[in-house]
């Protein structure tokens, strides 16, 4: 069974700081990575998706893979209060007809 | 970015009545479209995935006929709920993607909270 594994949390970061989402995926045919950002009683918004190994920067965030280990990351700097919410990770596996394997999501709180 | 919409946002019926929920992609086409269910303060569950012009392919344990999937354009699918009740009520969010190596990003939508009385 093809698993996504994140830590639940809460991450409680001080503003200012880098939080640092970490994920890990069981399914060595995994192809693409996500993350999403779900604030409570919304539905999940893309922040980033990453193909290839190494790191792929937008803005604050970097998202960072290792299939050899088979890792994700996600990082924020310059953490703000407004980037409290749940981090989803999501992997997509060659032949999953596009189907999305999520993780239960981290819980983070950014402390002003 | 791609864009999403679903309606209703929210909805409030009877037990037994039967919901109607509409999922549009507004700047793309959507080959593929998910629809999830998210219980307060739990993971999203896949319920269902639907491709334009074919039936849908319904996860483990989802009743197709209780939860019927229309996708009848490359713009459009259609949740319906028939014969609602409490235990039904829950956030349905649907998600669609264009599909293909690179291309197969899953945009939500904003999702519709259905309470069932």
């Known amino acids: 069974q093809k698993e996504v594994e994140q830590n639940s949390g809460p991450l409680s970061v001080p503003e200012g700081a880098i939080a640092s989402l970490n994920c890990t995926y069981s399914?060595?045919?995994?192809?693409?990575f996500f993350w999403y950002r779900q604030y409570s009683g919304k539905s999940p918004e893309l922040i980033m998706f990453?193909?290839?190994?190494g790191d792929k920067e937008d803005g604050r965030f970097t998202a960072q893979l290792n299939k050899a280990s088979q890792y994700v990351s996600l990082l924020i700097r310059d953490s703000q209060p407004s980037d409290s919410a749940t981090y989803l990770c999501?992997?997509?596996?060659?032949?999953?007809?596009?189907?999305?394997?999520f993780g239960k999501g981290t819980l983070l709180t950014v402390n002003p | 970015g791609a864009v999403v919409s679903q309606h209703p946002s929210r909805v409030i019926c009877k037990s037994g009545t039967s919901v109607k929920i509409e999922c549009r992609s507004l700047?793309?086409?959507?080959?593929?479209m998910f629809w999830y269910r998210q219980f307060p303060k739990q993971s999203l569950m896949l319920m269902a995935t639907?491709?334009?012009?074919?039936?849908?392919?319904?996860e483990q344990g989802v009743e197709k006929d209780k939860f019927l999937i229309n996708h009848a354009s490359l713009t459009l699918s259609t949740l319906t709920v028939t014969s609602a009740h409490p235990e039904d009520s829950s956030f349905y969010i649907c998600?669609?993607?264009?599909?293909?190596?690179?291309?197969?990003?899953?945009?939500f939508g904003p999702g519709t909270r259905l309470t069932v009385l």
């Open positions: 998600s669609a993607s264009s599909g293909g190596i690179s291309t197969d990003t899953q945009y």
């Open positions: 399914d060595r045919g995994s192809q693409s």
């Open positions: 990453i193909y290839s190994n």
């Open positions: 999501a992997v997509n596996a060659q032949g999953s007809n596009y189907k999305l394997t």
């Open positions: 700047d793309f086409q959507a080959t593929t």
């Open positions: 639907s491709n334009e012009g074919s039936k849908a392919t319904y």
